[in-house]
């Protein structure tokens, strides 16, 4: 199943996650994590999103720009029946491959998250979202809607999202020193090689979107969610960060319920 893309922008980010997908694979392969996360989710969950899958076990759950597909099998081996979505079918492949050497049975849907229109409204019971997704994604609003649209009423909506207060920092490991106004959406072109975490000019060009928290919380807001709790989260900082962000809130939680 795939649905229409909403934009060039989009349409090149597929092509370069596409090309991405082989040296992203090496680089999960070698944490280990996607292996290890279905008899531990508390690799993948922050212990505050662990409160909210409790009671996960039998219940419809949507994974929304899957990538790696970590959030996936972790919410698989907590007993619920998982969707994963994404633009990208080379992530997608990669991702049922590793589903199948697991043993979990997972639904892999090819879709742009700004335009779920392969899925009726009202399907799911919980829907999760983060780690770098919405950085790909030119319209927010759009992206949560459709989020909303297929969550049942009274369903959970989580963002787990990498902090917007990391992405302002010039590539540097000596000082912090602002590159990116805070408040510089973009989009912010790059042309860039196949692999996503040691970046490299190449022959792919990219998209990033640069949301605020604000932004963030607004589209939550305006999906028709109820925001419940938020939780800035995590201290890590990869080599891949280059700049020292020690300190440096790493991601933010967002936890909201669809209005009945
Ligand atoms: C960094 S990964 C997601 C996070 C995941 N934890 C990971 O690290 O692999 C980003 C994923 O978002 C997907 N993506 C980018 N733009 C998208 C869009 N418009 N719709 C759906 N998926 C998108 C990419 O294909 C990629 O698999």
Known sequence: MSSKILNDMHLANQKRWDASAKRW??????????KRCVEDPSIVFSPTVLKYLSDIEGKKVAVLGSGDNEAVFALAGLGAQVTSIDISTEQLQYAAERADLLGLSIEFIQSDVTNLAAIKVAQFDLIYTGGHVAVWVSDLKRYYQEASRILKPGGWFLVDEYHPFRRVWKKVPDALEVQNDYYRRGPYEYSMGDDVLYQEKGVYTCYEFHWTIGDFINAVIQAGCQIKEVDEHGTYVGDWEIS?????????????????
């Open 25 to 34: 694979a090496e680089c999960t392969d070698s944490r280990g994590i996607w």
């Open 244 to 260: 020292p962000m020690k300190g440096l809130p790493e991601l933010f939680l967002i936890v909201a319920q669809k209005q009945v």
